[in-house]
């Protein structure tokens, strides 16, 4: 049981130490207050504008709810840090969806509303996935869908180097098979080690597949799982630029048809019918045998601390209407996610097959802030990235750059 809730500044302390591109600083340039038949509503899709199935999914909930809602979308970072700010200066927006690992933030630093004080039910929810966004027994927030990381492969590139895919089950099989990538003439394997909260979440199959523990970053696994990625690196097997990569850079490299490998998440798998030759998805190996454990990625709709209490009934309308068991198939199906309850699950399998890899994986996959760590999971994650930059950079050892690391997360 927490005995004192962080401070707005401190936690905004916490959001800023993430930020990549954006700065600390300034108004949120949005406000819940104005007209109360407007509801303001603040995602992370900059991708979808007003014409496209998101949006209009948007609208047409605040329609449904009797109002019309001001939609805003922010890149993630940026998304988290305008909430903490918005918060700070009263005028956070009415409904509000975030990366997981921000509503224990969030929530520290006292500006989520609890589900059942709204009456939200999430008893349907699978417990791994509302659990990234459970503090202390009680749900903040109604988690949209779920989605986490595979490895997806070209079949044809495999084929002509005589790899079988079903024969990758460990680090040393999938090494020996980019060896033969590469023998080939062709490239082997591309992912996200960028010095942002993308490059942990690429990085953590592999550290939790070594069997690490975020609360010791510098232990013999952890470093195990950094001198395999400098390892591929270092032998030419994924590129040099992993290290500037996003996860979408990533995949367009992937989907040049150059790379046998790529890991990336279920959000692809539109793009990957468009790549334009045939893939398949694995598991990602643990180092010994077996899947790894993936983190949980997606986003929790949430209703931020309003001192006109008197606009939670509209707000928790908005969200039914985005979250509901009847309307999370046309959500998640817009947003490519994998629905956060078994039965929507099933509708969605049955629609489209090739999701039964990604459903199997997300049901099995860890929240980055679970097992205790909440709000100091950020306060590990940047050292972990960071080690990793100085790892693959030939800056340090893996070793130093963990141990480092680990420094820097015993202090957060």
């Known amino acids: 049981m927490r005995s004192t809730r962080r401070t707005l500044t401190a936690a905004i302390a916490t959001a800023c130490a993430l930020a990549t591109v954006t700065a600390c600083g300034g108004g949120s340039g949005s406000s819940s207050s104005g007209s109360s038949s407007t509801y303001t509503f603040w995602d992370p899709y ?12 948007v609208t047409a909930c605040g329609t449904e709810a009797g109002v019309k809602v001001k939609r805003t979308a922010y890149d993630t970072t940026d998304l988290g840090n305008k909430a903490l700010l918005a918060a700070q200066q009263g005028n956070a927006p009415d409904v509000m969806m975030v990366d997981n690992p921000v509503v224990s933030t969030l929530v520290e630093a ?11 039910d999430t008893a349907a929810i699978q417990k791994n996935i509302i ?3 459970t503090l202390d027994g009680a749900a903040y927030g109604v988690p949209i869908g779920a989605n986490t990381l595979a490895l997806y492969y070209n079949k044809k590139l495999l084929s002509a180097a005589h790899i079988d895919p079903a024969g990758i089950k460990d680090w040393p099989s999938l090494t020996a098979a980019l060896k ?3 023998a080939a003439g062709k490239k082997g394997i591309t992912f996200s080690a960028i010095n942002t909260e993308e490059g942990s979440f690429q990085f953590l199959p592999w550290f939790w597949g070594a069997g690490g523990d975020l609360t010791r970053l510098d232990s013999s696994k952890g470093v195990a799982a950094l001198t395999l990625w400098k390892q591929w690196v270092e032998e030419g097997y994924a590129p040099k630029d992993v290290l500037n990569n996003t996860q979408t850079t990533s995949w367009q490299e992937f989907a040049t048809g150059d790379y046998a490998f790529g890991e990336n998440g279920t959000w692809q798998l539109a793009n990957a019918e468009k790549a334009g030759f045939p893939y398949g998805i694995v598991s990602i190996p643990a180092q010994n045998g077996g899947s790894a454990p993936v983190p949980t990625g997606g986003e929790f709709v949430t209703v931020p601390v309003q ?5 939670y009934d509209i707000s928790k309308k908005i969200v039914a209407c985005l979250t509901s068991a009847q309307n999370l198939l046309a959500s998640d199906t817009t947003l490519t996610y994998v629905a956060p309850t078994a039965a929507v699950q099933a ?9 039964k890899p990604w459903v199997d994986a997300v049901a099995a996959a860890r929240g980055r802030t679970s097992g205790g760590l909440g709000t100091k999971y950020p306060t590990i994650s940047q050292p972990m990235w960071t080690a990793v930059q100085a ?3 030939g800056s340090k050892s893996p070793t130093a750059a963990l141990s480092d690391a680990q420094t820097a997360a015993s202090k957060g």
């Open 347 to 355: 509708q969605q399998v049955k629609a489209n097959p090739k999701l």
């Open 391 to 393: 790892a693959l950079s």
């Open 46 to 57: 900059p991708q979808f504008d007003a014409s496209s199935d998101w949006g209009k999914r």
């Open 131 to 133: 659990g990234a966004g």
């Open 110 to 120: 006292g500006i989520l509303t609890r589900t059942s004080d709204l009456g939200l």
């Open 307 to 311: 001192k006109d209490t008197g606009r």
């Open 180 to 182: 033969k990538i590469k």
